[in-house]
């Protein structure tokens, strides 16, 4: 099989196209055919060494792979081969990749693979942010910043189905139009001089009850302050550079709540929520509600720049590497 290795992290020359023997599926592993592997910001931040969590090596980039099952492991239950799956993998940059059974789930027949590839994390992490975090109800006016990328137009798409007024911010037009044309309902620029002004009359004269934010930006604290009263500022992510600081007198003056979300660690302490919100989440795009918008795509000799490309902040969507059809 052919796969992407790397034996250091400090950049994407640092990783090679190889060829090798693909593994066997251990007690409880599950062995997939990939046909695409999503390419996210922290895909790309972990393969370059820049996250707080730092692989071992060599190092074979992704973890969201979709494709077929080829083989699995004694104890990998309720998979056969051919199923159509999208897994939790180690090392999607690849052919085939291993996965925990724990972590392979079927697909509806409608999605595609790449819009598996791009699914579990941002959909997962939406949801759990929007719901179980800032529960958020119908008719609550949501802010969601970076709202063209992976995880930005994922909450645009589940706020809308929670019932969410959704104000999406966007850096041009093109991606303006992009999470309007998924749903958002107004969409507002990202310059900073009178933005607070053009949130509040999209507003309504007032201010977001929810911001879902992943950059953490610029807009981070004139977001935040904002917020109506009991108001909640949810932190996604750091896309937006330096990690920023709040003035602590702020949520006790608004009445208003930072909380912040992680999907990584979300499964290990709730599993069986996890599990049942991906269930929701697949139903929803069975029965055609949720209709996950696929970003750009490049082959499997293409990981550098789609490494590149995915840190860039320019892409709408998640990107992925095409790898089968």
């Known amino acids: ?10 950049s994407t020359s640092d990783y ?52 077929w099952v080829e083989a699995t492991g004694d ?7 051919g199923d159509r799956v999208m ?26 693979f790449a819009q598996a590839a791009g699914f579990r994390i941002n959909y997962l992490t939406a949801l759990h942010a929007l719901r179980d975090r800032a529960a958020v109800q119908s008719g609550e006016r949501l802010l969601v910043l970076g709202a063209a990328g992976g995880v ?50 999209a507003c309504d004269g007032k201010g977001p009850d929810v911001v879902f934010d992943p950059v953490c930006g610029p807009l981070f ?8 009263w009991r108001g909640r500022h949810l932190v996604v992510g750091f896309a937006g550079g330096p990690i920023p600081a709040l003035p602590a007198n702020l949520p006790l003056m608004k009445g208003a709540a930072l909380l912040g979300v992680d999907v990584r660690q979300f499964p290990l302490f709730e599993g069986e929520r996890a599990a049942a919100e991906m269930s929701e989440l697949l139903g929803w795009v069975a029965d055609g509600r949720l209709e ?5 795509q490049f082959g499997l000799e293409e990981f ?21 059809e």
């Open 1 to 10: 099989m052919r796969f992407v290795q790397g034996e250091a992290l400090s």
């Open 16 to 67: 090679r196209l190889m060829e090798g023997k693909a593994p066997d599926p251990g007690p409880g592993e599950v062995l997939v055919r990939v046909a695409a592997c999503g390419v996210g910001y922290v895909d790309a931040l972990v393969a370059l060494g820049r996250y707080q969590v730092k692989p071992p090596l060599p190092y074979t980039p992704g973890q969201e792979a979709a494709g």
């Open 75 to 81: 104890r990998a239950q309720g998979l056969a081969p």
């Open 87 to 112: 897994a939790t993998a180690r090392g999607g940059f690849a052919e085939f990749a291993l996965a925990p059974a724990t972590g392979v789930v079927k697909i509806p027949d409608r999605m595609t």
């Open 152 to 201: 930005g137009v994922a909450a645009v798409q589940v706020g809308k189905l929670l019932g969410a007024k959704v104000i999406a911010a966007g850096s041009t037009e093109e991606k303006r139009g992009f999470a309007r044309a998924n749903g958002a309902n107004l969409v507002i620029d990202t310059l900073v001089e009178g933005w607070r002004d053009r949130l509040k009359q």
């Open 221 to 228: 604290e004139l977001a935040f302050r904002s917020l109506v």
């Open 292 to 296: 996950p918008p696929v970003g750009r």
């Open 304 to 324: 550098a720049p789609a490494l590149d490309y995915a840190l860039s902040g320019q892409g709408m969507g998640k990107t992925t590497l095409a790898i089968a």
